[in-house]
């Protein structure tokens, strides 16, 4: 039986704290997954609308972290979505997950992204006993590659033609972060 994930809050400084997604997040998330710069990266649904981000904050989400097959946090500045980080892949047998995240546009440029990704990356590997903690990021996303060196994960190499977007195939870096790493 797979366990479900419990409803995680992980606070990463006084300013940030991370939380599941909730209706009300549904502006921030048309948003960031409009914007050609987080569609460059992500395979997201085209057109996203309104109607999905309610679907996803008050079903999708809730629903893959009862099952256990995901995690999805809204990273919150006093109380705002200002990013989201995502568990996927998640095996509980091997104790592995893939995070992947995106900076809502208003939100760049700050710095959040690298200390939220590291809080909850430890979250996961101190509570809940995650032994192995992935991302798997483009080679030309700068931004996501320097969030990854930042946030403490180490660059093991290139699967390629790992990926796709809208824009096609294309290869991934993958960096881990393990206990031994903490």
């Known amino acids: 039986m797979v366990p479900s994930f419990p409803s995680l809050i992980v606070t990463i400084d006084q300013e940030l704290v991370a939380s599941e997604v909730r209706q009300g997040d ?3 998330l048309v ?6 710069t987080t569609r460059l990266w992500l395979p ?7 109607e999905l981000a309610r679907e996803w904050c008050a079903a999708i989400a809730p629903a893959m972290r009862t099952a ?3 995690l999805v946090l809204a990273v919150r500045e006093h109380g705002d979505m200002v990013a989201n980080i ?3 892949r998640v095996d509980w047998r091997a104790r592995t997950c893939e995070l992947s995240y995106w900076t809502a546009p208003h939100a760049r440029g700050r710095g959040i ?7 909850i990356a430890e979250s996961l590997i101190r509570e809940l006993g995650f032994e192995r903690i ?9 931004a996501s590659l320097r969030v990854a060196e930042k946030a403490g994960f180490l660059r ?6 790992a990926g796709f977007t809208d824009a096609g195939r294309n290869d991934l870096v993958i960096w881990s972060l393990i206990p031994e790493d903490l």
């Open 26 to 28: 549904e502006e921030v």
């Open 31 to 36: 948003a960031a997954c409009t914007d050609a």
């Open 44 to 50: 997201l649904p085209d057109p996203y609308t309104p």
């Open 68 to 70: 256990g097959t995901g």
């Open 86 to 88: 995502d568990a996927k």
């Open 113 to 119: 992204l690298p200390r939220a990704l590291r809080a």
């Open 134 to 142: 992935e991302l798997r990021i483009a080679p030309k996303n700068a």
């Open 156 to 161: 093991e190499g290139t699967a390629r033609n």
